[in-house]
């Protein structure tokens, strides 16, 4: 099994890499993928790592998206109310709280079977992250 600068071996350190990306938030994966980028060679290494900080960045963005829904929704219920409507709707904050939640959970999951597959040497296919790491690396 190859192994790399720091003697571990390389399923190890990309199992890592998702692990930083999952526990550990922005700060850890860029310091885990600037190594990697910098110090180690192989190939399948270096995009696992960029993957992973892929990743942690496509969740991030679903979930400012879904975010954004809700403050939308109360900024037209405030103009209504403005005109002297007198709206409130709950409902809608609930729902997409909801969802982030959801969201938070197949990011948990995602992550974990990621990190499972590169203790294998493996990935599995993410068409969103795939598709920009092929066009950019």
């Not at 399948?44 to 993957?51: F, Q």
């Not at 900080?53 to 879904?66: D, E, H, K, V």
Request: net charge positive.
């Amino acid at each position: 099994m190859e192994r790399t600068r720091l003697g571990v071996s390389i399923g190890m350190v990309g199992a890592f890499a998702y692990a930083a990306a999952l526990f550990g938030g922005y700060l850890a994966s860029a310091i885990v993928l600037g190594y990697i980028l910098l110090f180690e060679n192989n190939q399948w290494l270096r995009r696992t790592a960029v993957k992973a900080t892929a990743t942690l960045a496509c969740f991030s963005m679903l979930t400012l998206l879904i975010g954004l829904f809700p403050d939308a929704f109360n900024w037209i219920l405030s103009v209504v109310n403005v005109f002297g409507a007198g709206a409130y709707v709950p409902v809608v904050s609930n729902l997409f709280a909801v969802f982030t939640t959801l969201v938070s959970i197949l990011k948990d999951i995602v992550f974990a079977i990621l990190i499972v597959k590169a203790l294998k040497l493996q990935t599995i296919n993410i068409p969103v992250v795939d598709n920009l790491i092929n066009a950019h690396m």
